[in-house]
Antibody, heavy 116, light 111 residues
């Protein structure tokens, strides 16, 4: 069974840093690109970042470019999102998604709260 | 402002049929990229309903169907049920942005 389990979300002050993780199981992480999608409270879905299978290609949404870094460790079956210079507007549930051009598999999300 | 445009809300009575539209542009839907639909019950992760315009994953009832034409797409739900009440999102890929793009979401209310 494919599972994606996010962790690491917590309360952080504006300007702070946080790394969230996504542990994959039930499939070979080597074989799939991965993405992070977030959802601010009461808002819609927003794509955040993408990483290819080999980490050679990485793309970011404009609001997070230069502040967030996506990475992966295929040996550890884990995808990461390093978030620096956090802003109140980054407050959201962050979902890890297996990227097949669409998201058939999503984690349950991890909540990042940013206080001013 | 979302790249894909959806109506904020739709409603229908049990048993009825509803349609949710999703309008994009020549750099996403109109460029031939697949259009995908998700259902989200508040407080839970999105669930894939339709992928590649009109394909249902295993387990999704055939009451849900999708179509695409030009720069627009539609999700049709027939035989509306109470547990269809949820938020629905369309998603595609945008070649100008090199990213997934989502619609703003449509809240379906079953009357």
């Amino acid at each position: 069974e494919v599972q994606l389990v996010e962790s690491g979300g917590r309360l952080v002050k504006s300007g702070g840093s946080l790394r969230v993780s996504c542990r994959a199981s039930g499939f070979s992480l080597n074989d799939y690109a991965m993405a992070w999608v977030r959802q601010a409270p009461g808002k819609g879905l927003e794509w955040v970042a993408y990483i290819s299978t080999t980490s050679l290609d990485k793309y970011y949404a404009d609001p997070v470019k230069g502040r967030f870094t996506i990475s992966r460790d295929n040996d550890e079956n884990t995808v990461y999102l390093q978030m620096n210079s956090l802003r109140v507007e980054d407050m959201a549930v962050y979902y890890c998604v297996r990227d097949e051009g669409f998201g058939k598999y999503w984690g349950k999300g991890t909540t990042v709260t940013v206080s001013s | 402002q979302s790249v894909l445009t959806q109506p904020p809300s739709v409603s229908g009575a049990p048993g009825q049929r509803v349609t949710i539209s999703c309008t994009g542009s020549s750099s996403n839907i109109g460029a031939g990229f697949g259009l995908h639909w998700y259902q989200q019950i508040p407080g839970t992760a999105p669930k894939l309903l339709i992928h590649e315009n009109n394909n249902r994953p295993s387990g999704v009832p055939d009451r849900f169907s999708g179509s695409k034409s030009g720069t627009s797409a539609s999700l049709v739900i027939t035989g509306l049920q109470a547990d269809d009440e949820a938020d629905y999102y369309c998603q595609s890929y945008d070649s100008s942005l090199s990213s997934w793009v989502f619609g703003g979401g449509t809240k379906l209310t079953v009357l």
